[in-house]
């Protein structure tokens, strides 16, 4: 259980140029990041904290198969994203970079800014007031990866593990 | 329970009997495609990360498009890691600056119906039209199937687009797909299974079904797949891809779909996409008039023999607008060397055309050519994001090669019955 996070409220259609801006993308990891989201919300980089939640509608990471979308986010220390719904691509990219990733129906009353508590196993998510909101918890085997932190240490781990016996 | 055919592909891939939508699955690969970009150069270090060599050398195919022709010290630096990369690891099918992937990987008779099959680039959908499970991944992911062999995948749901009547002349795939997008919006695949059906489909030949394929990726769909007939494996067979029998590959009449959407080919105009979005389509009339400054016959999208033949038949006998220059660059050595044969690249060059290499080019926003500052295009490609040609400034707008060819020799965009009809 996430003791409290900060919600960040976005809309629908979020896309991977506002989440790794094109021109941004032979910079580090670094200065992309700082850039992250600037075209929706410009505050975005500088004031989010490890642990902040990201809430969305529909659609979100819609546009190309470009992982540093994911990677721009983790960089910030985002701990989820929460979204109505999710372009397939960057499902496929916050899973394989680690990032835990939730679908929910009803993020339209989450407000902008609240404090809240998630927990990953469940997909139980605790607003204020609100009180209980319901994500769809990730497939176990999709989580396995997210927990490992990613396809690649996941892999590292299998290997080891498929060397020792 | 009667199944769609990505079923039936994604049963056989994942060793089941049956799968269902929604279910995930652990699939085997039978192929992995990659090309100069996001293939070796990004794969390599997480291989060697992983300590772990690809997991089947015979099942890898390697195409250089991207940073093609390598003329600086960086794209000269990416294809030596990619020759050094196959030969170390193998890798026999490896085609070098001889065209765009998802055109060469057909051409040199890779794909089959019935085939589950990965690609490190979004327009892997293209593969679809040999009914094909085809999809793009990113570079992490394809690390991860170079060194396993398999890949997750979400069981999709299926939507299938219909399309009923009959083509007219000078319209084409390019301007079914360009409509379907704009009725449907890029998220209208929801990264499900798109299928294309009804007899408008099966009157396509292959290269214009690999178009619609194609451009699945603009429709948001994972996939777009046609169901494989005699057009497929007679197009295979001569290149060398024996199909044999190929009839369980298609979706049972009775398979549940998420959605059904019917257009009617006979009513379909040609198409024009205004900047920045391919769901910005709309009927030619609507933006004929729009002077441009390049047209740009190019893309896996576009300049597929089948396109070059289109263009060509616009074009002949006569020139370009002086003020517009047309860049031709044909999407792979085997179709400009048939094109060739068949005299369209002399009519091109006739016709005042500049002849770029068999490679991504300008749509990868690569190479000398990339547009200006304020320069206006009409292209062939599929897509016309911001700045994705060249300069933040300059837009494109998008079609299908005859109307590209009618709107160089107008120097606006034109609507391609219109030039035909004025000779
Ligand atoms: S031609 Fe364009 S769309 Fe096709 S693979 Fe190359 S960059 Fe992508």
Redesign the pocket.
Known sequence: MNASSKIWKLGDDIDTDSLAPGRFMNASIDELAAHCLETVRLEFAAEVQPGDIIVAGSNFGVGSSREQAVEALKQLGVAAVIAKSFAGIFYRNAINLGLPVFECADTDRIADRSTASLDVETGKLGVGELGIIDCTPMPAFLKAIVDDGGLVPHLEKRFAAEAGT | MAQTLAQKIIAKASGAPSVAPGEIVIANVDLAMIHDSGGPRRVKPILERLGRNVWDNDKIVVIT??FVPADTEDTRAIQRITREWVAAEGVKAFYDQMG???VVLPEQGYLAPGMFVVGG?S?SPTGGAFGTYMFGIGATEMAGVLATGKIWLKVPETIRIEWTGVLDPLVSAKDMMLHTISQLGMDGGRYQAVEYVGPAISALPMQERMTLANMTAELGGQTGLIAPDKTTADWLQKRGRSVGDYSMWHSDDDALVLARHVFDASRLAPQVAAPHSPANAAPVEIHSGTSIDVAYIG???GAKLDDLRMAASILRGRRLASNVRLFVAPASRRDQDIAETEGIMQLFEEAGADILPNA?GI??GYGGNRLGEDIRCIST???NFRGRMGAASSEVYLASPYTVAASAIAGRIADPREIAGDS
């Open positions: 498009d991207h765009i992937c998802h680039d327009h893309a896996c999208t991504c749509c990868a490609t599929a897509r």
